[in-house]
């Protein structure tokens, strides 16, 4: 890479829908979870190039609201038990590396195993936390901006007391910053409601590259583009 990644302008927090996984494997003549088993693969490798690099907040989308209902059962069985398997075998990993796991979404709508697998490696104590790594699971935006009037509401907070950081307060992303780069991998051209409230602001890049083949790598490029956009912020 002729240009090198400057420490000082590193987005705080970013965003990407991992897309492309099941093309991926059409391609090669693989069944769907083949995608799925690559495309997890690269994940980790992303995460942990973001923490190696000094990105403090990672977050992926993974199942939303409406795939994991709306697929087959079979490849819905499947996403469950990699899930199953990464979280058990990364545990120990995380918790020495400086990676904290959480989850944005409802993942008590899952069945017993997956929700446990889950609650343990949350549970987790860090030694040294160099990255938060939030996966978004049985996650849509809207439902998150819903739940988050509900309960401003069930708390009866009155309405002149609402302003934005209040409503970010109920958000699942509560003390994060918001993403600066919301990255698409997998050549569509929308968000598919994700961080619908949280990317107001996020610098969009789509690409055509699939997200098992999106490395290490091409996540730097995408960094240095970045690096190079004039961020108005509205102004």
Not at 86 to 106: D, H, M, P
Not at 107 to 119: G, S
Not at 165 to 175: E, H
């Amino acid at each position: 890479m002729a240009r090198k990644i400057d420490p000082l302008k590193l987005p705080k927090h970013i965003a990407i829908i991992m897309d492309g996984n099941r093309r991926w494997a059409k391609q090669k003549g693989l069944p769907d979870g083949k995608g799925h088993e690559a495309g997890a693969e690269n994940l980790q490798k992303i995460v942990e190039y973001c923490r190696d690099i000094g990105i403090k907040h990672l977050t992926v989308y993974a199942l939303s609201t409406e795939n994991w209902r709306k697929r087959a059962p079979m490849e819905v069985k499947g996403l469950f038990q990699l899930l199953i398997k990464i979280v058990q075998e990364k545990a120990e990993q995380y918790r020495k590396s400086g990676i904290k796991f959480f989850v944005l979404g409802n993942f008590q709508a899952f069945p017993f195993k997956v929700k446990d697998a889950i609650k343990k490696i949350l549970s987790l104590a860090i030694v040294e936390e160099k990255i938060q790594f939030n996966i978004a699971l049985n996650y849509g935006g809207r439902d998150e901006i819903i739940n988050a009037i509900k309960r401003i509401i069930k708390d009866k907070i009155s309405p002149e007391k609402i302003d934005e950081k209040l409503v970010s307060n109920y958000l699942y992303t509560k003390d994060q910053p918001d993403p600066d780069l919301i990255i698409r991998p997998g050549g569509e051209l929308r968000l598919s409601n994700f961080l619908l409230w949280q990317m107001s602001y996020a610098e969009l890049y789509f690409t055509d590259i699939l997200w098992p083949d999106f490395s290490p790598k091409e996540l730097g490029k995408v960094i240095l583009w970045y690096q190079q956009r004039e961020r108005r912020m509205g102004r």
